[in-house]
């Protein structure tokens, strides 16, 4: 081969390569691939053999996020007016404003489900200051992944934090508030496992090592140590020497049940219960959460319901006036609140 051929197969080969290098390059991107088997292959009668078909059909389509959602706002109003009633009464109007978002995603072997609900409410009676019937602010989110998409079991991760919205009061003492938004606050974070065959209608979350925080950022609440924190060291005359702690930390074991179930046509159960106790202080002593109610469904929009919400916290003290009219710790007691109520229902 003499220099000039040479040189045209070296021309040759740099083109060539540099048209390669220009061509589009693909990026990667989550594709779902569907393989189509073909059961037989026509022949052609002329020639006795099988045309050329090709042994598969590809179908390329981008991957979709199994995302599912809901919206859910309610008002309940009741109202209650007199005019000339002789067995006496006041005119009165509470309204319950509720509202909760889900947002679940969900494959063969992983879920993660994302909650916020809220719930605030007032009540306004004649001759009297409007007053707060509730108040709580939620937020859900627990991670879950099983190595076989047939069982019931996930290996899970839960994340709580519940707080309230506005000042709550000792009505009709308005003046000294015992709780605000932040104080308190209640967080949790804890490894655990979860059984959830019909996820729907009844979970149970077992976990022996969660963390829960208690939280009161307002220093006056703090430096009376509400709410299980460690109050103010104070003189002889009452000064502050060492402000309140703001926070309260505890290590220890958590159980979680929620149950939902139609129990007659149009009447649904909801339940939904956690326990905690604390391994370092006091264990044995069991922090009880316990809400129950049920559902009655008029129309597609008109919902009535009645409700219980029970509550245990031996670091939580009920505070009562003594002989002397001052205020003293009374201990723990059974927390409880009754709601019956019937209003409207948005699914969005």
């Not at 000039?4 to 390569?17: D, E, N, V």
């Not at 319950?96 to 889900?102: I, M, P």
């Not at 205020?327 to 009754?338: E, N, P, Y």
């Amino acid at each position: 081969m003499d220099y000039k051929q040479k040189l045209w197969l070296i021309i040759a080969l740099c083109t060539f390569a540099i048209g390669f290098s220009q061509q589009p390059q693909l990026v990667a991107t989550p594709l779902e691939l569907e393989i189509k088997p073909v059961d037989s292959l026509p022949f052609d009668k002329t020639l006795m053999e099988p045309s050329l078909v090709p042994p598969t059909v590809l179908r390329l389509s981008p991957r979709r996020w199994q995302w599912k959602k809901v919206n859910k706002i309610g008002l309940d109003v009741n109202e209650v007016a007199f005019v000339n009633w002789n067995a006496g009464g006041a005119n009165a109007i509470s309204g319950l404003l509720k509202t909760e978002f889900k947002r679940i995603y969900e494959t063969n072997k992983l879920r993660w489900n994302n909650e916020l609900k809220a719930r605030y409410g007032l009540n306004e009676q004649k001759g009297r200051e409007l007053q707060k019937t509730d108040d709580h602010l939620e937020f859900n989110s627990t991670v879950g992944y099983r190595r076989d998409s047939s069982s019931a079991w996930f290996y899970s991760a839960k994340f709580n934090f519940s707080t309230q919205i506005s000042n709550g009061y000792k009505y009709p003492d308005t003046d000294n508030k015992i709780s605000t938004f932040m104080a308190p606050a209640y967080w949790y974070l804890g490894l655990g496992t979860e059984y959830g065959k019909k996820i729907k209608s009844f979970t149970l979350y077992l976990s022996p090592l969660t963390l829960k925080s208690t939280f009161v950022l307002d220093q006056e609440l703090a430096n009376s140590g509400a709410f299980g924190v460690k109050a103010a060291v104070k003189d002889a005359d009452g000064n502050i020497i060492k402000r309140g702690r703001n926070s309260r930390t505890e290590l220890g074991a958590l159980i979680t049940n929620e149950y939902n179930t139609e129990i007659f046509n149009n009447i649904k159960l909801k339940h939904k219960i956690s326990l905690y106790t604390d391994y370092l202080n006091n264990f044995g002593n069991i922090d009880i959460n316990w809400e129950l109610s049920f559902n009655f469904k008029v129309n597609k929009y008109v919902l009535a319901s009645i409700g219980s919400h029970l509550k245990y916290d031996d670091d939580v003290k009920i505070q009562k006036k003594n002989d002397a009219g001052e205020m003293v710790d009374a201990g723990s007691r059974v927390q409880w609140k009754q709601q019956l109520g019937i209003g409207v229902l948005l699914a969005l």
